[in-house]
């Protein structure tokens, strides 16, 4: 019903930059939160930042002063600025999105995940 597409990881020396973004598709009534998730190997998902509609945002400790998310409504899709890297924001990044479907009911989304890899 819902699909998110994730684009713009890839491989970046420390203190450099990488914007990602993520596009929703299909039956979308209205996108709640959205939110960008991080898994790094052999740990656990865990929030890196989300925004609601109302455009509220809320960081991780570890990203706060680095990382910026935004979202346009009109094309459905969320993006992370990741400024100044570190080698330890090194994971995979998912976004997430909590949708009102056209037909009224709600449900999260979940993309497919994008590698970030930061080189020291």
């Known amino acids: 019903q819902v699909q998110l597409v994730e684009s713009g990881g890839g491989l970046v020396q420390a203190g450099g930059s990488l914007r990602l973004s993520c596009a929703a598709s299909?039956?979308?009534?209205?996108?709640?939160?959205m939110g960008w998730y991080r898994q790094a190997p052999g740990k656990e998902r865990v929030l890196v930042a989300s925004i609601n509609y109302g455009g509220n945002m809320d960081y991780a400790d570890s990203v706060k002063g680095r990382f910026t998310i935004s979202r346009d409504d009109a094309k459905n899709t969320v993006y992370l600025q990741m400024n100044s890297l570190k080698p330890e924001d090194t994971a995979v990044y998912y976004c997430?999105?909590?949708?009102?479907?056209?037909?009224?009911?709600?449900?999260?989304?979940w993309g497919q995940g994008t590698q970030v890899t930061v080189s020291s």
């Open positions: 299909g039956s979308i009534f209205k996108i709640d939160d």
């Open positions: 997430s999105a909590h949708v009102m479907l056209r037909d009224w009911r709600r449900n999260n989304y």
